[in-house]
Protein backbone atom coordinates (compact mmCIF):
# COMPACT_ATOMS: atom_id res chain seq x y z
CA UNK A 1 0.00 0.00 0.00
CA UNK A 2 1.91 3.08 -1.41
CA UNK A 3 1.08 6.78 0.04
CA UNK A 4 -0.26 7.21 -3.50
CA UNK A 5 -3.07 4.84 -2.61
CA UNK A 6 -4.03 6.47 0.20
CA UNK A 7 -4.50 10.09 -2.01
CA UNK A 8 -5.90 8.47 -5.14
CA UNK A 9 -8.59 6.93 -2.24
CA UNK A 10 -9.33 10.80 -0.74
CA UNK A 11 -9.69 11.79 -3.91
CA UNK A 12 -12.25 9.44 -5.09
CA UNK A 13 -14.08 9.92 -2.10
CA UNK A 14 -14.17 14.13 -2.49
CA UNK A 15 -15.82 13.46 -5.95
CA UNK A 16 -17.84 11.73 -4.46
CA UNK A 17 -18.34 13.99 -1.37
CA UNK A 18 -19.53 16.76 -3.51
CA UNK A 19 -21.88 15.33 -5.31
CA UNK A 20 -23.71 13.87 -2.76
CA UNK A 21 -26.22 16.07 -0.16
CA UNK A 22 -26.15 13.26 2.66
CA UNK A 23 -22.91 11.16 3.13
CA UNK A 24 -23.57 6.83 3.68
CA UNK A 25 -23.86 5.53 6.91
CA UNK A 26 -23.73 2.12 5.28
CA UNK A 27 -22.30 0.75 2.71
CA UNK A 28 -23.48 -2.53 1.25
CA UNK A 29 -21.47 -4.56 -2.23
CA UNK A 30 -23.54 -6.09 -4.89
CA UNK A 31 -22.40 -9.27 -5.81
CA UNK A 32 -23.08 -11.17 -9.50
CA UNK A 33 -26.72 -10.89 -10.50
CA UNK A 34 -27.77 -8.88 -7.34
CA UNK A 35 -27.00 -4.91 -8.66
CA UNK A 36 -30.59 -4.06 -9.13
CA UNK A 37 -31.28 -3.57 -5.21
CA UNK A 38 -28.84 0.03 -6.32
CA UNK A 39 -32.19 0.96 -8.25
CA UNK A 40 -34.70 0.69 -5.08
CA UNK A 41 -32.42 3.46 -3.46
CA UNK A 42 -34.52 6.76 -2.67
CA UNK A 43 -33.45 10.22 -4.00
CA UNK A 44 -30.75 8.22 -5.56
CA UNK A 45 -27.42 9.72 -6.38
CA UNK A 46 -25.66 7.83 -9.40
CA UNK A 47 -22.23 7.69 -10.32
CA UNK A 48 -20.91 5.02 -12.71
CA UNK A 49 -17.30 3.60 -11.40
CA UNK A 50 -15.94 5.45 -14.83
CA UNK A 51 -16.90 8.65 -13.58
CA UNK A 52 -14.63 8.24 -10.46
CA UNK A 53 -11.54 8.86 -10.07
CA UNK A 54 -9.01 6.30 -9.99
CA UNK A 55 -11.85 3.68 -9.44
CA UNK A 56 -11.23 0.35 -11.07
CA UNK A 57 -13.66 -1.10 -13.84
CA UNK A 58 -15.12 -4.54 -13.17
CA UNK A 59 -15.72 -5.91 -16.33
CA UNK A 60 -17.52 -9.33 -15.11
CA UNK A 61 -21.20 -10.20 -16.96
CA UNK A 62 -23.80 -8.93 -14.50
CA UNK A 63 -21.69 -6.59 -12.76
CA UNK A 64 -23.01 -3.28 -13.68
CA UNK A 65 -20.47 -0.69 -12.51
CA UNK A 66 -21.59 2.09 -10.76
CA UNK A 67 -21.97 3.53 -7.18
CA UNK A 68 -25.90 4.42 -5.79
CA UNK A 69 -26.00 7.07 -2.72
CA UNK A 70 -29.51 7.09 -1.55
CA UNK A 71 -31.74 6.30 1.07
CA UNK A 72 -33.57 2.59 2.36
CA UNK A 73 -36.02 2.67 5.42
CA UNK A 74 -34.83 6.17 6.49
CA UNK A 75 -30.92 5.34 6.20
CA UNK A 76 -28.58 7.08 4.25
CA UNK A 77 -26.70 4.14 1.97
CA UNK A 78 -23.60 3.33 -0.79
CA UNK A 79 -24.96 0.90 -2.91
CA UNK A 80 -21.79 -0.51 -4.94
CA UNK A 81 -23.51 -2.50 -8.07
CA UNK A 82 -20.30 -4.35 -9.37
CA UNK A 83 -17.09 -4.86 -7.85
CA UNK A 84 -13.20 -5.82 -9.12
CA UNK A 85 -12.03 -8.93 -8.67
CA UNK A 86 -8.60 -10.93 -8.19
CA UNK A 87 -9.14 -13.09 -10.78
CA UNK A 88 -9.63 -10.19 -13.26
CA UNK A 89 -6.03 -9.43 -12.86
CA UNK A 90 -5.89 -6.67 -9.75
CA UNK A 91 -3.65 -6.70 -6.78
CA UNK A 92 -6.01 -6.70 -3.88
CA UNK A 93 -4.94 -3.23 -3.05
CA UNK A 94 -6.79 -2.40 -5.42
CA UNK A 95 -9.95 -4.92 -5.14
CA UNK A 96 -9.88 -3.19 -1.88
CA UNK A 97 -10.09 0.11 -2.98
CA UNK A 98 -14.11 0.95 -3.34
CA UNK A 99 -14.09 -0.35 0.72
CA UNK A 100 -10.75 2.15 1.72
CA UNK A 101 -13.43 5.25 -0.08
CA UNK A 102 -16.04 3.91 1.80
CA UNK A 103 -13.97 3.88 4.88
CA UNK A 104 -12.53 7.61 4.31
CA UNK A 105 -16.42 8.39 3.89
CA UNK A 106 -17.56 7.43 7.12
CA UNK A 107 -19.17 4.24 6.51
CA UNK A 108 -19.79 2.35 10.04
CA UNK A 109 -20.58 -0.57 8.62
CA UNK A 110 -20.64 -2.61 4.87
CA UNK A 111 -22.39 -5.74 3.70
CA UNK A 112 -20.76 -7.96 1.44
CA UNK A 113 -22.92 -9.66 -0.91
CA UNK A 114 -21.53 -12.42 -3.21
CA UNK A 115 -22.71 -15.01 -4.95
CA UNK A 116 -21.34 -19.13 -4.12
CA UNK A 117 -21.03 -22.40 -4.53
CA UNK A 118 -22.55 -24.35 -1.71
CA UNK A 119 -20.51 -26.73 -0.26
CA UNK A 120 -22.38 -27.73 2.87
CA UNK A 121 -24.77 -30.60 1.10
CA UNK A 122 -27.40 -29.42 3.22
CA UNK A 123 -27.53 -26.29 1.27
CA UNK A 124 -29.77 -26.11 -1.84
CA UNK A 125 -28.87 -23.82 -4.81
CA UNK A 126 -30.81 -20.54 -4.26
CA UNK A 127 -30.28 -20.37 -0.23
CA UNK A 128 -29.07 -17.60 1.55
CA UNK A 129 -26.10 -17.83 3.92
CA UNK A 130 -25.05 -15.54 7.02
CA UNK A 131 -21.21 -15.62 6.84
CA UNK A 132 -20.52 -16.21 10.39
CA UNK A 133 -16.46 -16.47 9.32
CA UNK A 134 -13.72 -16.88 6.50
CA UNK A 135 -10.82 -19.32 5.03
CA UNK A 136 -8.54 -16.99 2.89
CA UNK A 137 -7.12 -19.55 0.39
CA UNK A 138 -6.02 -16.39 -1.95
CA UNK A 139 -2.89 -16.76 -1.04
CA UNK A 140 -2.40 -13.28 -1.03
CA UNK A 141 -3.74 -10.67 1.31
CA UNK A 142 -5.05 -6.90 0.78
CA UNK A 143 -2.55 -5.37 3.54
CA UNK A 144 0.55 -6.96 1.93
CA UNK A 145 3.56 -4.12 1.61
CA UNK A 146 3.91 -1.05 4.01
CA UNK A 147 1.33 -0.48 6.28
CA UNK A 148 0.08 3.09 5.90
CA UNK A 149 -1.53 3.98 9.70
CA UNK A 150 -4.30 6.02 8.33
CA UNK A 151 -6.02 3.42 7.13
CA UNK A 152 -5.24 1.36 10.08
CA UNK A 153 -2.69 -1.00 12.07
CA UNK A 154 0.14 -3.32 10.92
CA UNK A 155 -1.07 -6.40 12.79
CA UNK A 156 -4.86 -5.99 12.86
CA UNK A 157 -7.28 -8.56 15.10
CA UNK A 158 -9.45 -10.75 12.64
CA UNK A 159 -10.96 -13.08 15.89
CA UNK A 160 -14.19 -10.83 14.61
CA UNK A 161 -14.47 -10.57 10.97
CA UNK A 162 -18.27 -10.47 10.97
CA UNK A 163 -19.87 -8.52 13.64
CA UNK A 164 -21.59 -10.88 15.58
CA UNK A 165 -24.18 -7.64 16.11
CA UNK A 166 -25.02 -7.78 12.61
CA UNK A 167 -25.36 -11.24 11.98
CA UNK A 168 -27.90 -11.30 15.29
CA UNK A 169 -29.66 -8.23 12.99
CA UNK A 170 -29.80 -10.54 9.90
CA UNK A 171 -31.12 -13.38 11.54
CA UNK A 172 -33.54 -11.08 13.09
CA UNK A 173 -34.76 -9.47 9.90
CA UNK A 174 -35.20 -13.17 8.31
CA UNK A 175 -37.09 -14.49 11.12
CA UNK A 176 -39.35 -11.35 10.53
CA UNK A 177 -39.55 -11.18 7.03
CA UNK A 178 -40.20 -15.07 6.87
CA UNK A 179 -36.67 -15.42 4.77
CA UNK A 180 -34.78 -18.58 5.53
CA UNK A 181 -31.42 -18.06 6.21
CA UNK A 182 -28.44 -20.75 6.93
CA UNK A 183 -25.16 -19.87 8.58
CA UNK A 184 -21.33 -21.04 7.54
CA UNK A 185 -17.69 -20.44 6.56
CA UNK A 186 -16.98 -18.89 3.34
CA UNK A 187 -13.70 -20.00 1.85
CA UNK A 188 -12.18 -17.59 -0.66
CA UNK A 189 -10.15 -19.07 -3.87
CA UNK A 190 -8.45 -17.42 -6.71
CA UNK A 191 -10.76 -18.15 -9.69
CA UNK A 192 -11.48 -17.89 -12.50
CA UNK A 193 -11.92 -21.26 -13.23
CA UNK A 194 -14.22 -23.37 -10.95
CA UNK A 195 -13.13 -26.15 -8.54
CA UNK A 196 -12.65 -29.37 -9.05
CA UNK A 197 -14.21 -31.94 -7.33
CA UNK A 198 -11.77 -32.97 -5.23
CA UNK A 199 -10.86 -29.38 -4.26
CA UNK A 200 -14.01 -29.24 -3.15
CA UNK A 201 -13.48 -32.12 -0.64
CA UNK A 202 -10.59 -30.57 0.70
CA UNK A 203 -12.51 -27.29 0.59
CA UNK A 204 -15.24 -29.35 2.95
CA UNK A 205 -12.63 -31.04 5.25
CA UNK A 206 -10.70 -27.77 6.18
CA UNK A 207 -14.37 -26.59 7.44
CA UNK A 208 -16.03 -24.63 4.20
CA UNK A 209 -19.73 -24.21 3.77
CA UNK A 210 -19.14 -21.79 0.48
CA UNK A 211 -16.99 -21.24 -2.04
CA UNK A 212 -16.34 -18.14 -3.75
CA UNK A 213 -14.02 -15.35 -5.24
CA UNK A 214 -15.10 -12.21 -3.72
CA UNK A 215 -15.30 -10.74 -0.49
CA UNK A 216 -12.31 -11.93 1.79
CA UNK A 217 -10.37 -9.05 0.94
CA UNK A 218 -12.63 -6.50 1.20
CA UNK A 219 -13.71 -8.16 4.96
CA UNK A 220 -10.12 -7.69 5.79
CA UNK A 221 -9.64 -3.91 4.75
CA UNK A 222 -12.91 -3.16 6.16
CA UNK A 223 -11.67 -4.88 9.66
CA UNK A 224 -8.12 -2.95 9.02
CA UNK A 225 -10.37 0.32 9.04
CA UNK A 226 -12.15 -0.66 11.99
CA UNK A 227 -15.63 -0.83 9.77
CA UNK A 228 -18.16 -3.00 11.59
CA UNK A 229 -18.36 -6.34 8.36
CA UNK A 230 -22.01 -8.61 7.55
CA UNK A 231 -21.24 -11.07 4.68
CA UNK A 232 -23.78 -12.19 2.78
CA UNK A 233 -23.95 -15.23 0.44
CA UNK A 234 -26.62 -16.53 -2.22
CA UNK A 235 -25.79 -19.87 -2.79
CA UNK A 236 -26.43 -20.11 -6.79
CA UNK A 237 -24.95 -23.45 -7.41
CA UNK A 238 -23.78 -26.46 -5.68
CA UNK A 239 -20.23 -26.86 -5.98
CA UNK A 240 -18.57 -29.06 -8.21
CA UNK A 241 -19.05 -32.51 -7.72
CA UNK A 242 -21.94 -32.37 -5.39
CA UNK A 243 -24.57 -32.78 -7.97
CA UNK A 244 -23.55 -34.71 -11.57
CA UNK A 245 -23.69 -31.66 -13.63
CA UNK A 246 -21.33 -29.03 -14.89
CA UNK A 247 -20.78 -25.53 -13.04
CA UNK A 248 -21.54 -22.04 -15.64
CA UNK A 249 -22.02 -18.76 -14.79
CA UNK A 250 -25.18 -18.74 -16.30
CA UNK A 251 -26.63 -20.83 -13.66
CA UNK A 252 -24.69 -18.37 -11.21
CA UNK A 253 -26.78 -15.28 -12.83
CA UNK A 254 -30.34 -17.10 -13.30
CA UNK A 255 -30.34 -18.16 -9.60
CA UNK A 256 -29.66 -14.31 -8.32
CA UNK A 257 -31.87 -13.57 -10.43
CA UNK A 258 -34.56 -16.25 -8.84
CA UNK A 259 -34.09 -15.30 -5.04
CA UNK A 260 -33.27 -11.61 -6.42
CA UNK A 261 -36.85 -10.35 -4.51
CA UNK A 262 -35.77 -12.42 -1.23
CA UNK A 263 -32.17 -10.96 -1.24
CA UNK A 264 -33.60 -7.00 -1.54
CA UNK A 265 -35.97 -8.19 1.39
CA UNK A 266 -33.31 -9.38 3.56
CA UNK A 267 -31.22 -6.23 3.08
CA UNK A 268 -34.12 -3.67 3.73
CA UNK A 269 -35.00 -5.64 6.70
CA UNK A 270 -31.24 -5.33 8.04
CA UNK A 271 -30.90 -1.89 6.85
CA UNK A 272 -34.30 -0.86 9.01
CA UNK A 273 -32.75 -2.26 12.12
CA UNK A 274 -29.20 -0.75 12.00
N1 LIG B 1 -17.18 -21.63 -6.96
C1 LIG B 1 -16.54 -20.45 -6.83
N2 LIG B 1 -17.13 -19.29 -6.93
C2 LIG B 1 -18.45 -19.27 -7.15
C3 LIG B 1 -19.19 -20.45 -7.30
C4 LIG B 1 -18.52 -21.70 -7.19
O1 LIG B 1 -19.11 -22.78 -7.30
N3 LIG B 1 -20.49 -20.08 -7.51
C5 LIG B 1 -20.52 -18.72 -7.52
N4 LIG B 1 -19.29 -18.22 -7.29
Known sequence: MTNDMYEHVEAAAAAIRS??????QTAVVLGSGLGEFADTLLDAVRMPYAELPHWPASKVVGHAGRLVVGNVGGRQIAAL?????????HDLSTVVFATRVMGRLGVREIILTNAAGGINTGFASGALMVIDDHINLLGSNPLLGSNDERFGPRFPDMSEVYS????????AAARARGIPVSHGVYVAVHGPSYETPAEIRFLRTIGAD???????????????????VLGLSCITNMAAGVLPQPLNHEEVLETARRVRDAFIGLLEGIIERL
Not at 19 to 24: A, E, G, S, V, Y
Not at 82 to 89: I, S
Open 19 to 24: QCQTLP
Open 210 to 228: AVGMSTVPEALAARHMGIE
Open 81 to 89: AGRAHFYEG
Open 164 to 171: RRLRTIAD
